[in-house]
């Protein structure tokens, strides 16, 4: 059985729900831009949302390559 499928989908999930996560706790973070006059919103909006999808992205590329380090070389 090929891991790929499975990482791919395990990754995205994850990705979600730490851009969830992080999102929701962007005030407590300290993650939330302030409109000013130069921005083209009108509410504090989270940023960093990227967080958890790098952080995803990264741990399950790891495990990918623990599953299969032939692939490096």
Do not use: C, K, Y
């Not at 995205?12 to 831009?33: G, K």
Request: no cysteine; glycine share 6%; aromatic share 8%.
């Amino acid at each position: 059985m090929s891991w790929l499928p499975m990482l791919l989908a395990l990754s995205a999930v994850v990705s979600l729900l730490l851009t969830a996560w992080v999102t929701r706790r962007a005030d407590v973070l300290r993650l939330v831009q302030a409109p000013n006059e130069r921005s083209s919103h009108e509410q504090p909006t989270p940023s960093s949302g990227g967080v958890g999808i790098v952080f995803a992205a990264t741990a399950i590329g790891g495990l990918f390559v623990w599953e299969h380090p032939h692939l490096l070389w």
